[in-house]
Each structure stands twice: as structure tokens, then as C-alpha cells.
């Protein structure tokens, strides 16, 4: 199949959206197929993929990827690369990867426009998630998410010798601020040893609340237990979460995923993730969840993981089976199942 794959984001933004194009147009192209990726994102870096990539396409380049395609795949609704399709027919698939609504969970009239006509046009819809397919398009063919298995991986020579860490953007709704909270709580209480916790937080990430959350930590005097490393790529980043033993994932608003567990338990880390949204599902039995925006139950499931070692041990080895269900190929196998229904 010639295969127009339509993501309004891609490389070198960072986020899940664009980690499952980049995964999926690669497992595409794998399988035979002729792939064209448009996006709005721009790159200065040169990296060249083992397909087409247009960025920022004039009106002419999208009438003429539309007429060339055979099939047209959306990863996540795109009005503004998708709008010629109307012309040419194509049979069309779009991967839903978050909530069609505002961030204040409202439903705008474009929104509207997409849950009534936009999804509806297409011969076929898939979910990330149980949780979007819920909410969304309850007749959703569900694929969860893959990750990006030459990227993160057990690095048997690094020493996990740290304890939490957090991995995300620095904005309120990824919930920085709880894990940092989490270890104030858990170093002004004292354990049934008659300790106090010194358990270290490693932040990775940057984002416009980083000055804030570096206040916070100042504030609640944990500037020997709290490290900010910025943003970190590749196997810098795959290094250093191979050094921890627990992933935090305290989003504050319902994840439609949670790509950023998968990789944490790719690289050995035992997720403790907020029970919002499509988290659960990521986090499978390979991990702990706890109430969303509740400090208290976050607390409650760091210690009980710090007090059992046979629970840690257990969970970590669930991880392996729980990650086979999210690898590339088999992932983009379902995929492509789906688009070739659609296409015949």
C-alpha cells in the first residue's frame, strides 16, 4: 500500500504522539509498504528516516500526497493535513491517542466536529486505550501503545543504585510537584525502624514550571534529596533510568496512556503511577497505582513498595510479559490488520 500517514507533530518534538509515529511509520515501512509522513513540526537536525518525511507541506503538497495515497492514516485527528482527503476518497484510519475535548475537559464545537463528522468518515477508528475508546468512540478497535525498544532497555553494566525518579515536561499537569511533596512527607515521618527516609528524587525534564518546582524543593529544604537533570535524550536518558528503582508517574489529569511507564519499565523501574485515565492499563500488573491528586495514597504505595522486597521483586517480574504486549512489531502488526480491512 501506498500509505499517507498524517501526524500534526513528529521528531524532533518530544512526547507520545510523536514516539508512536515514529515507532509505527518505521514498522510500516518494515512491512513493505511505501510510507509518506506530513507533519507541522520542523527539524534542524538532519536526521533522516528509512521513509518520507514533508514538513510544513503548501496546499499544493497535500492535494498532491492525497492523490498519491492509496490509504490515508491519521495519528490523531488532523484537520490541516487531512482536509483534502474529502476530494480524493481515500479509505481513511485515525488512531485516537487523547481526549477529544479542552484541557478543562469541555467539548469545543471543533471538537464536535470531529467526534460527529471527522471520525465518522473514516472506515476505521482505533484507541490507545480502554479509557479513550470509553470515552471517545466506544466502537474503537483498542491497540495500546508501543515503545521504543532500541531505546529503552536493561543496560546491564549500570548500577541501580538510586532510588525515584520522574520523567516528563515540567508543567502542573504531569504532577512534578506530588512526587516532590511524596518525599517531604516521606523524610518528616519516621519509619518502623524509628528512621527518617533520605530517599533521593531524580527530576528529568524541563518545561515552564521548573524555576517553580526548584522553589518547592528549596522551600521544603530537600535540595540534598531532589536533582533536576533537564531534559535528557537517547542512551544518556536510557542510562540514567536504568540507575533507578522506581518510576513516579503522578500525573494530575487522566493520562489517555502513559508511554513514559512502559519505558521506565523497560529500563528496570518498578512504576508507582497515578489511577487517572488510560495509567492503569499501561501500568498493568507490573506495577502500583494510587488515587489521582491524593499525596496521602501516593505516600502509602512508595512505602509499602520500600518496606516489601518480595513485592518489588514480584512486580518487576511481571515486567517482562507486560512488555511484550507493547512491542513494536506486535503492535504494529494489529495496526496494520486494521488498515488493510480498511483499505479492502
Known amino acids: 500500500m501506498k500509505i499517507l500517514f498524517l501526524s500534526h507533530t513528529f521528531y524532533p ?55 498519491w495515497a492509496s490509504l490515508v492514516f491519521e495519528n490523531n485527528p488532523c484537520f490541516r493535513l487531512g482536509w483534502p482527503g474529502l476530494f480524493f476518497g481515500r479509505p481513511a ?18 471538537d464536535k466536529i470531529k467526534i ?21 468512540w466506544p466502537a474503537a478497535t483498542v491497540i495500546v501503545n508501543p515503545y521504543r525498544v532500541n531505546d529503552f532497555k536493561i ?6 543504585n538510586a532510588d525515584f525518579v520522574f520523567l516528563g515536561r515540567l508543567v502542573s499537569d504531569k504532577g512534578a510537584d506530588q512526587a516532590i511533596r511524596a518525599m517531604h512527607t516521606l523524610k518528616n515521618t519516621i519509619d518502623r525502624n524509628n528512621k527518617r527516609s533520605t530517599a533521593c528524587l531524580t527530576i528529568i525534564g524541563d518545561g515552564p514550571d521548573r524555576l517553580k518546582l526548584e522553589s518547592l524543593v528549596s ?6 534529596q ?11 536518558l536510557s ?80 515486567a517482562p510479559a507486560h512488555l511484550a504486549a507493547h512491542h513494536p512489531r506486535l503492535v504494529a502488526r494489529k ?3 486494521v488498515i488493510q480491512k480498511a483499505f479492502r
Open 13 to 67: 518534538q518530544v512526547g507520545g504522539i510523536e514516539a508512536n509515529t515514529e515507532v509505527l511509520a518505521g514498522a510500516f515501512t518494515d512491512a513493505g509498504h511505501e510510507v509518506h509522513l506530513l507533519t507541522w513540526s520542523g527539524d534542524s537536525t538532519g536526521k533522516e528516516f528509512p521513509y518520507t518525511v514533508i514538513r510544513n507541506p503548501t496546499r499544493k503538497k497535500l492535494l498532491q500526497e492525497h492523490q
Open 93 to 110: 484510519v485515525i488512531a485516537i491517542n487523547t481526549w477529544i475535548s479542552r484541557a478543562d475537559g469541555k467539548i469545543s464545537l471543533r
Open 116 to 136: 460527529h463528522w471527522w471520525l465518522k468518515r473514516c472506515k476505521e477508528v482505533i484507541a490507545v486505550s480502554d479509557a479513550i475508546r470509553r470515552v471517545c
Open 155 to 160: 543496560i546491564p553494566e549500570v548500577v541501580r
Open 219 to 224: 522551600e521544603l529544604s530537600l535540595t540534598d
Open 226 to 236: 531532589v536533582i533536576f537533570t533537564g531534559a535528557l535524550r537517547g542512551e544518556q
Open 239 to 318: 542510562r540514567s533510568l536504568n540507575r533507578h528503582r522506581f518510576l513516579l508517574v503522578p500525573s494530575a489529569w487522566e493520562e489517555p496512556f502513559g508511554n513514559v511507564v512502559l519505558e521506565g519499565m523497560a529500563c528496570g523501574c518498578v512504576p508507582i503511577a497515578s489511577d487517572g485515565g488510560g495509567l492503569p492499563e499501561a501500568v498493568g500488573n507490573a506495577g502500583l497505582t494510587f488515587r489521582r491528586n491524593d499525596i496521602e495514597s501516593f505516600v502509602t504505595c512508595i512505602r509499602r513498595l520500600l518496606n516489601d522486597p518480595k513485592l518489588e521483586r514480584q512486580l518487576r517480574e511481571a
Open 335 to 337: 495496526y496494520l490488520q
